[in-house]
């Protein structure tokens, strides 16, 4: 599926298993947190990956095998497989839920998980190294010819995807986008480039690469008066000691520049940004809390900036998550970019 530039994107988040979680109950959270994204009319779902969570790939294929027609957005990270595993995953769940599987391609990872694979490539480098694994993604999926690469990290020659994902689903690709590498590789691979975004006034003036789709991660706190939503938002959010030296920590030791920057941020502006989920080590992004009015007039700006997809952190339930698309398409009527809604399969 591939989205229109003149349309908005909504994007939910799976759930991580929590500790002492049976898989049983980790299926259910997994299979209720798709639903509400399905029923709220969003796009697709994030399924994260890194050394501590159940496979992406399965946990993509609970998300198919209970809804009619979300994608699953699944992340990939180029230590943990060849890119032919990858591109075999995405054809075959493709063909066998009539739908695409998309992909947000991660350069990084926690410092002492790439330490753990020896892999010491520094952070630009490793933009180069996503830029070849995408580069054989895009070409293993899209052609029906023996395909060949040769580059500084991968080659494959002559190689045959045999199962093809059919043509009116292959993916798209997402990746992050708040680094000038990070930026470029998304503009050459065809990626929506993701970041951690700064207030919206702070863009004012400012015009994004049109070379590259744009996309932001947040999370939301929404409520019909302001006063409503930042009492939720804190009774949720409750500030942590603990977690403010976790976050400090972990700022320091890793070399995202998104990472360091949020942490650096002035967690309260007056208005509806929030950072205070993240200093805290709740999430890993902006929050935007207040009324239903305050939280679209501020997406509003955001769109206007040209951000077209938004990745949005775990809503705490469905109403939550019906909540959000309410306020995107409030947004949508001062701004005139259609929210995506999907046709029911």
Partial sequence: MIMTEDKVRLIGSCPFAKPGQTGRSYINSVITAAKWAENAEWDSVLIYTNHNIVDPWLVAQIVAQNTASLSPLVAVQPLYAHPYTVANNISSLAYLYSRSIHINLVAGDFTRDRESFCDDVPHDKRYDRVFEYGSILKGLLSTHQPFSFSGEYYKVSRLLL??????????????SGSSPAG???????????????RPSCEYLGEKLDTAVSHGVRLGFVVRE????????????????KDGAMIREYSSQISDSSWVKALNGAVSENGGVYWLSPFKHYQSNCPYLVGSMDEVAAELAAYIRTGF????????????????????FKLADRSVGNPVVARVPA
Wanted: charged content about 30%; proline content about 8%; glycine content about 2%.
């Fill in 162 to 175: 045999q199962q093809k994902s059919p043509e009116d689903v292959l993916p798209d690709f997402m990746m």
């Fill in 225 to 240: 008066s302001s006063e409503e939503a930042w009492r939720v938002a804190k009774k949720r959010f409750p500030e942590s």
């Fill in 308 to 327: 077209k997809t938004f990745l949005i952190d775990f809503p705490e339930n469905a109403e939550d998550a019906r909540r959000i698309t309410q306020i």
């Fill in 183 to 197: 930026r470029m590789v998304a503009a050459k691979l065809g990626a929506c480039a993701i970041e951690y975004p």
